[in-house]
């Protein structure tokens, strides 16, 4: 689905009443049902954390995005980092601007803050995502390994 002229996007910062939509998109992002407890838990501290943003994109008060970015201070860096942890677009939106907008939203929610760049990292399986970070000014820079416990 494609957005109208006449169909505004309206951008926020998540707040506790938020917790199902935000669950959702998660899961749809991961292919999977998460653990709700802890999902509970870790969205609860999460949206109130000021080094937390948890960001939403609406269309006529329905939720067609969200993505978090955390603050990250990490030694390798001579200032603060923020990484795009994760961000979703409702399969229905994606190709309509929604995405781009919204990192044009979270632009706007740090402008005032002093930190030295965005990173993120995405599945090697996401193609169109990865066209899609390029396209917004992202470079491919890092590999970034995982190693589960067994």
Avoid: W
């Avoid at 080094?51 to 970015?69: H, N, Q, T, W, Y």
């Avoid at 955390?70 to 923020?82: A, E, F, K, P």
């Amino acid at each position: 689905m494609s957005l109208e002229k006449n169909e505004e996007l309206v951008f926020r910062r998540a707040d506790p009443e938020d917790l199902q939509e935000v669950y959702s998109f998660v899961c749809t992002l991961e292919e999977k049902e998460m653990n709700y407890e802890k999902f509970c838990s870790r969205f609860r501290n999460q949206v109130i954390s000021p080094d937390i943003l948890l960001l939403l994109a609406e269309r006529a008060g329905k939720p067609v995005g969200f993505l978090s970015c955390h603050l990250q201070n990490v030694l390798h860096h001579d200032g603060d980092i923020y990484e795009i942890v994760e961000f979703i677009v409702s399969p229905e939106y994606r190709g309509s601007g929604v995405g781009k907008k919204m990192l044009g939203f979270l632009d706007l929610q740090l402008k005032d803050r002093d930190y030295e760049l965005i990173e993120l990292a995405s599945n090697v399986r996401r193609d169109r995502a990865h066209q899609f970070y390029e396209q917004q000014g992202f470079n491919r820079s890092h590999f970034k390994f995982t190693k589960y416990k067994h």
